[in-house]
């Protein structure tokens, strides 16, 4: 395995793990969506470590939905359509959300890197 697929791969298992924390484990239907999303994700990064440019794709649309939901949770003065959440935000999801958003952007650009590098040498 290349080693810039191996960082890919690092930094997305991460943002799928650090983007499950949020959990309030009051109810299952407060948790269960994050651990399916989470999981999705980390699916994602292991069929596009392993070639599948689809997975790639999908998982580059899904940094960018992440990082739109994480500030829309940030900002407090946000517009009521960049809000995803109805339930109270606290200080622990703003911080999973961004750490879990900046994982997702830093292994999206290792893997753009690597797909433009593969390109230039075929």
Excluded at 59 to 79: C, H, K, R, T
């Amino acid at each position: 395995m290349r080693r810039e697929i191996l960082w890919f791969s690092v930094l997305g298992y991460a943002a799928a793990i650090v983007g499950i924390f949020p959990l309030e484990l009051t109810s299952a239907a407060a948790w269960v969506p994050n651990v399916v999303v989470g999981a999705v994700m980390a699916g994602l990064v292991w069929a596009a470590a392993r070639g599948h440019a689809w997975a790639g794709a999908l998982f580059s649309v899904a940094v960018v939905f992440s990082v739109i939901a994480a500030i829309g949770q940030v900002w407090d003065g946000a517009p009521p359509w960049l809000r995803f959440d109805t339930e109270a935000v606290t200080g622990w999801m703003k911080v999973t959300d961004v750490v879990a958003g900046v994982l997702g952007v830093a292994a999206l650009a290792v893997y753009l890197r690597d797909r433009r590098r593969r390109a230039t040498e075929a």
